[in-house]
């Protein structure tokens, strides 16, 4: 119920009191309490008098507004609220200053800052009030203004205010929406995009949207919720806008009211959701991006038992070259629509990069996977004839989260990050099993995985220590037996003292990202070969014979530094090592990869002395073309060729590889020499130098250096080491 003011007090016949009686404030006590506004109000709370800027924002002359009650000057809509002002001054009771509109013809007009005085007197308590008007400024004014919709709720959630702006984002007339709080519910679809409760620190999803519980969630405590809200205007138009209901308590009603704030952001919010589809979707195939599949298998995870299989097209490198990018990219679209296609609707598919993708279905049971890797097999198939008219193959790998065989205490709760690599260890063995196929992540494999854990472990050890070793194996001419060179190898050992085979160590430590110090580990240590031969050579006073060279192979990671001529110099620098003693020796199966990055540095090493090699030439991808782009100078004859058969296909290639040596003015090196045979048949085809078991077996740097010492090659021999 509204604030009733004091009963009036007596009127004279000749009009207010304070007017003719003896005790009213004097003219310079008014003037002296003048603003831009006066009203003065008598103990009977009628108006005593006004001023003529009073008079004039109320549109009347000041005997006009004289004699009439106080409350009727008061625009109806804060009547109330005057009512509850004039009885607590009345009373005695202090308060700030407040803003009350008076009426002008039914119109409001806002007296600002409006200050209020009392001056007691034997008849009663005289008030008068001054305030500052800022005719240009009003309520409607500032928020029509502000560019945020601002929608005003009383207690019972109905719409008691409102401006232009809200009026456009709801659809309605300014000030009369005609919805009230659980209407508006009907108007707006929470986004996927809330924020947390302010002042309450509750979870987006325990806060609720605007609309929820308008008496309790809004009106009461103080909550504040923020939601990114889609508002369905007129004629099915729809915005994006950021939506802010806090609880207010009018300051003299004591009265709970909402707040409603809206902010239109529909073009920002377009924006943010074509940035996130970019970041979660692959923009090639459409398919989910690496991050996107990953988090999407760690929440399914959660749901009941998941496979993953991980696959990659066979040969695609070549599909590459043959076709083009633009025909390799549309086979990796087919071949998406054909993966999705093919798989159940339950599956996430992603895309991982390049031609590997990825996809995570609920099973039962491991062996339901192999029905759907058989599945990615014949969309492989498809993709490659509707596209490409050839037949593609595919690789597949699987795991699942099934039991774990494994003790307890070995165990580890399954992530989207170690199924992943699970089903990429099943397809590396599918590749080297002979692709087009399938292959499981399981007990062996396990096993095979945690073996390659322990073995990186060691190799950090042996890396931190500084126990990397070399062993160099002489590279010799098989006409004379004299050692033109050797190849340092990386050793590791055992607790035991015994040599860890290379096959297992490296692969370990390539996998975990350690081979490249690994590198610089065994690059040290050959340049303290290179210079121990040189003090020898020195001491011995020998100017006949030529000094070996030693080669180093370098890991893709090395071959790929940005300072990769500089690192080199720098280390056979700090030993005193030339760099024309030392052969870098590159990988012919990581040869594609570091052909671009490294050409320059290749060349600037090159022409500074430095030896080149491609190694294991013939099992990679190394063309004609590819090897005379750089400046390669020897060619190492992988040593599944040196064991070819007279009139064998193995025999044509090695035939053929050193014939490519002569026409690109190379020398020629033969691994894996270990029979008379053998190197009867390559002095019989021609090749320069041979390394081998046959020639001689890998040495520790001490011992090389004796044996070279002993059979070192002159000075005038034809051919150059390589």
Known sequence: ?????????????????????????????????????????????????????????????????VGRSALEVVHPGDLEEAADLLTRFHGGREMARPSIRLDRDGEPTLAVELVARRVERP?????????????????????????????????AG?????????????????????????????????????????????????????????????????????RRVDVEGPHGSRRVIDAEVRPVRMRYSGRSVALLTMRDVTAEHAAEVALLERATTDD???????????????????????????????RFKSINERFGHGEADRLLQVFARELVAALPPTATVGRLGGDEFAAAVPVRHDHDLDDHAESVRQAARRAGLSSLHLTTTVSVGTSWTGPDPRPAEKQSAPTA????????EALRRAKRTGRDRAAHFDTDMRAWRAEQTAMAAAVREHLEAGRVEIAVQPVVDPRTGRVSGGEALARIRDAD?????????????????????VDAQVLDRTAALIAALHRRHREQGRPDVALPVIGVNL????????????????????????????????????FPVIRDRSADALRRLKDQGAWVAIDDFGVGYASLAEVRDLPIDTLKIDRSFVVAEPGTTHEAILRASLEMARALDCRSVAEGVETERQLALLVDLGVDYVQGYLTGRPLDPEAFAAHAETHWSPVTTPRRAP
């Open 158 to 226: 109905g719409v008691t205010e409102s401006n232009l702006t809200a009026a456009e984002l709801l659809g309605g007339d300014p000030g009369s929406l005609g919805l009230d709080l659980t209407q508006l519910a009907d108007r707006l679809r929470l986004l996927d995009r809330p924020d947390v409760a302010e002042s309450t620190g509750r979870a987006p999803s325990d806060s609720g949207p605007p609309h929820s519980d308008p008496a309790a969630a809004l009106l009461g405590g103080s909550t504040v919720v923020r």
């Open 123 to 155: 008849g009663g308590t005289w008030i008068v009030f001054s305030g500052r008007v800022e005719p240009t400024l009003n309520t409607e004014d500032l928020m029509d203004s502000v560019g945020v919709g601002i929608v005003l709720f009383d207690e």
């Open 284 to 314: 090639l195939t459409g398919l989910a991006s690496r991050s996107e599949f990953m988090a999407q298998v760690d929440s399914a995870i959660s749901a009941g038992p998941v496979g993953v299989l991980f696959c990659d097209l066979d």
């Open 555 to 590: 890991s893709d990671s090395t071959l790929a530094r940005a300072d990769l001529d500089d690192w080199l110099l720098a280390v056979l620098g700090s030993h005193g090592a030339p760099l024309d003693h030392l052969v870098i020796e590159i990988p012919e199966t990581v």
């Open 1 to 65: 119920m509204p604030a009733q003011p004091p009963p009036p007090g007596p009127v004279s016949d000749d009009g207010p009191a304070w007017a003719a009686a003896s005790d009213a404030p004097s003219a310079e006590e008014i003037l002296a309490l003048l603003g831009d506004v006066v009203v003065v109000v008598s103990p009977d709370l009628r108006v005593a008098a006004v001023n003529d800027a009073a008079a004039a924002l109320l549109g009347e002359e000041p005997g006009e507004v």
């Open 417 to 424: 990050a170690t199924l992943v690599e699970e089903a990429d």
């Open 497 to 517: 003292g015994e040599l860890v085979p290379a096959a297992l160590w490296i692969e370990a430590a390539t996998r975990t990202g350690l081979i490249g110090a």
